[in-house]
């Protein structure tokens, strides 16, 4: 999950700021944000967030299936199903792979 502090760490980098609480209105960015040095970056408005919030959702969003794939494949003992296989003449690894691509296909 992006939230605004993902944003202002991404997009605003080389800015020193901090922000006392997750804002989820314009006020409380207002209220709770503060630069502590620009250093030359332009200051973040409230809708400029937004803008880059809906970007960085979609982003993040969107590489959903790999992060489900990576933990499928972390759970297999690959070395040993290929290890496995050559010796067996089998396809144990081959299918365990095939079968995570299945379970969480690309979009």
Same mark, same amino acid.
């Given at each position: 999950?992006?939230?605004?502090? %993902?944003?202002?760490?991404?997009? $605003?980098?080389?800015?020193?700021?901090?922000?006392?609480?997750? #804002? !989820? !209105? @314009? @006020?409380?960015?207002? =209220? /709770?944000?503060?630069?502590?040095?620009? /250093?030359?970056? @332009?200051? #973040?408005?409230?809708?400029?967030?937004?803008? %880059?919030?809906?970007?960085?959702?979609?982003?993040?969003?969107?590489?959903? $299936?790999?992060? +489900?794939? *990576?933990?499928?494949?972390?759970?297999? /003992?690959?070395?040993?199903?290929?290890?496995?296989?050559?010796? =067996?003449?089998?396809? !144990? %690894? *081959?299918?365990?792979?095939? *079968?995570? +691509?299945?379970? $969480? #296909? *690309? #979009?």
């Amino acid at each position: 999950m992006v939230d605004v502090t %993902h944003v202002l760490s991404e997009k $605003y980098r080389g800015m020193k700021w901090s922000l006392s609480d997750t #804002p !989820t !209105t @314009e @006020e409380e960015f207002k =209220n /709770n944000f503060t630069i502590r040095k620009a /250093n030359g970056v @332009e200051e #973040p408005t409230w809708a400029k967030l937004q803008e %880059h919030l809906i970007i960085m959702q979609a982003e993040y969003d969107a590489l959903d $299936y790999s992060r +489900k794939r *990576k933990t499928a494949y972390d759970k297999l /003992n690959q070395l040993e199903l290929m290890s496995d296989d050559s010796i =067996n003449g089998t396809t !144990t %690894h *081959k299918d365990a792979i095939l *079968k995570v +691509k299945s379970d $969480y #296909p *690309k #979009p």
